[in-house]
T-cell receptor, first 114, second 107 residues
Framework: DTEVTQTPKHLVMGMTNKKSLKCEQHMGHRAMYWYKQKAKKPPELMFVYSYEKLSINESVPSRFSPECPNSSLLNLHLHALQPEDSALYLC?????????????FGPGTRLTVL | RKEVEQDPGPFNVPEGATVAFNCTYSNSASQSFFWYRQDCRKEPKLLMSVYSSGNEDGRFTAQLNRASQYISLLIRDSKLSDSATYLCVVNFNKFYFGSGTKLNVKP
């Protein structure tokens, strides 16, 4: 099973709302990732968790707050977002953080900030 | 200079054609290489890893040239269903994505 699941599929929120994106994998992977993708652009890395510890933060604004409750789950908490944060948010996982491991992506959450 | 560069296309080809994409990378210490396929408004899906000796999976062949720092993807006998954006990905401590090459296969 190479499935990564994400909820919700779509999310519309106002700039004062607080919401969370969820990601789950049951492949026993120990590295998980958040990416942001704007239309016609490649995914941009936001955060990497390796063995449930945050290992990379690509200078993401603090209005995005990641959380890794356990090895299967990854959350992205959103607060006071801006309209330019509207994008497809992709979660991915890999066996571990080693460079030769492929990443498997979830279907994404399409976020619209009004 | 971008870490990974791809021709954005689009490549418009008829069914049955052979099409090749190239991708160059800037960091000679890059450790692993992949091709992903992304359909419109969907997530990237792993097409194939790229090995030093080259590798083939059905109609798809990937090559790596470390000396010239490029990877390639060859698609033979193109199908309508091959229409997508193909992302070149290079790993050096993290994944670096090319901007993608759009392929349109026409009937």
């Amino acid at each position: 099973d190479t499935e990564v699941t994400q909820t919700p599929k779509h999310l519309v929120m106002g700039m004062t709302n607080k919401k969370s994106l969820k990601c789950e994998q049951h492949m026993g992977h120990r590295a998980m990732y958040w990416y942001k993708q704007k239309a016609k652009k490649p995914p941009e890395l936001m955060f990497v968790y390796s063995y449930e510890k945050l290992s990379i933060n690509e200078s993401v604004p603090s209005r995005f707050s990641p959380e890794c409750p356990n090895s299967s789950l990854l959350n992205l908490h959103l607060h006071a977002l801006q309209p330019e944060d509207s994008a497809l948010y992709l979660c991915a996982s890999s066996q571990d953080g080693a460079s030769y491991n492929e990443q498997f992506f979830g279907p994404g959450t399409r976020l619209t900030v009004l | 200079r971008k870490e990974v560069e791809q021709d954005p296309g689009p490549f418009n080809v008829p069914e049955g054609a052979t099409v090749a994409f190239n991708c160059t990378y800037s960091n000679s210490a890059s450790q692993s290489f992949f091709w992903y396929r992304q359909d419109c408004r969907k997530e990237p899906k792993l097409l194939m890893s790229v090995y030093s000796s080259g590798n083939e999976d059905g109609r798809f062949t990937a090559q790596l040239n470390r000396a010239s720092q490029y990877i390639s993807l060859l698609i033979r006998d193109s199908k309508l269903s091959d229409s997508a954006t193909y992302l070149c990905v290079v790993n050096f401590n993290k994944f670096y994505f090319g901007s993608g090459t759009k392929l349109n296969v026409k009937p």
